[in-house]
């Protein structure tokens, strides 16, 4: 066969399987309402694991080994579950208007962008953009009614937790009804025709520089320019016109402001991922069906075994942690806020009662929010 025409082949089966893909999604959407009917959770990680066991003995005569079947399901079903769960938590919201208001950083192009769409896409929301400038802005927009939601990078596995992010949330009436996850590849980018030898300025924003900071220490004679988003970055370059200035930020993000990839991978760990958290006015109840998290901040105050008491609760009701961070707080030197992530629903028996035994012990205790999680660990198959 000629290329052309094996191409063609190619083409036509690629297809196929995006119908088939498309297919599934919508069986799995039923099976969704099903679910609800019958009162069942929304992942079934043992139907997930005789499903892959499956898969992996009916791919062997198709020379389809096992580790390339499990990889490209694990995702299927990640899809499945992450829109099964946006499914089911629309309906007990109830109707939304005709389309949403979503704050983020930068404009068209950055990542906060790119996440924010992957969002609210997968709840069949039409979005109103309201890019901002800085996290202070954008959370500011929520409060005022200005905009429905916010979207805000908390976590990253490179450069770790956003504090600017965390502080905010000390003082903000809002809370978290939703979280996300994005892959993060960061390039460098520039004019068409440009050289990396050549670059003399890169802009980038804060977090994006502290993300790649390896790559940057191994060149020379480079100015770095903070930006307030990737977006704003790659507004500079374009404008500038100059091919020794070039961006950091993602290839789609690049491709819109026509620059180019010069080098890509910078990010200092290899699978580098944001997590995000959606903020709103009001909180949300989250179903039964669906595995939730609840983050609350909390001051234990000084004395010995003070955080140990907190976390023994929580470990007295059988409630997991997904993290613990903390920050100063502002006016009190040395005093630092608690700031909790558990797998928990806030309606859960549980729950309630930890937070009840909580507020007896510490100083301050506060609810961020409880929301669906997006933490789908991939089953795995022995
Ligand atoms: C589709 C279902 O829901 C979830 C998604 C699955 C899938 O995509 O195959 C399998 C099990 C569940 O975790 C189901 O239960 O069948």
Excluded at 189 to 214: D, K
Aim: hydrophobic share 40%; glycine share 6%; charged share 20%.
């Amino acid at each position: 066969m000629e290329l052309n025409e094996v191409r063609e082949h190619i083409q036509q089966t690629d297809q196929q399987l995006l119908e088939l893909l498309s297919k599934r999604r919508k069986l799995a959407l039923a099976v969704a309402d099903a679910k609800l009917n019958q009162n069942k959770a929304i992942r079934d990680q043992k139907r997930e694991e005789e499903l892959l066991l499956r898969l992996i003995e009916a791919g062997k005569p198709l020379e389809l080994d096992a580790h390339y079947v499990t990889r490209l399901f694990h995702v299927i079903i990640e899809d499945s579950v992450l829109q099964q769960q946006a499914k089911l938590q629309g309906e007990l919201k109830g109707m939304q208007g005709p389309s949403v208001k979503v704050a983020y950083l930068g404009g068209q192009g950055s990542y906060s962008y790119w996440a924010t769409h992957k969002y609210f896409t997968r709840r069949a929301e039409q979005i109103v953009d309201i890019g901002c400038d800085s996290f202070n802005d954008i959370v500011k927009s929520v409060e005022t009614g200005h905009a429905d939601y916010a979207v805000l990078p908390i976590e990253n596995t490179s450069s770790g937790s956003i504090n600017e992010v965390y502080d905010i949330l000390q003082h903000t009436r809002l809370s978290i009804v939703g979280e996300l996850t994005h892959p993060i590849d960061h390039c460098v980018l520039g004019l068409a025709g440009t050289n990396l030898n050549q670059i003399r300025q890169i802009c980038a924003h804060p977090q994006v520089i502290a993300q790649c900071s390896q790559f940057l220490l191994g060149l020379s004679n480079v100015k770095v320019e903070y930006c307030d988003s990737s977006s704003d970055a790659f507004q500079r370059v374009q404008q500038k016109n100059d091919p020794t200035i070039v961006a950091i930020g993602g290839e789609a993000g690049g491709k819109i402001y026509g620059l180019q990839v010069l080098a890509s991978d910078l990010a200092n760990q290899r699978d580098n991922v944001s997590r995000f958290i959606v903020v709103a006015r009001k909180a949300v109840t989250v179903a039964k069906a669906i595995p939730a998290k609840t983050t609350f901040i909390m001051f234990t105050g000084q004395q010995p075994g003070a955080l140990v008491d907190a976390l023994t609760i929580l470990k007295q009701h059988g409630i997991s942690m997904a993290k613990l961070e903390s920050r100063p707080i502002p006016g009190n030197p040395w005093e630092e806020m608690f700031y909790v992530d558990v797998f928990a629903n806030l309606n859960d028996y549980a729950m309630t009662r930890a937070l009840e035994e909580l507020n007896r012990i510490t100083k301050f205790i506060k609810v961020l929010g409880c929301y669906p999680s997006e933490d789908i660990e991939p089953t795995q198959v022995s």
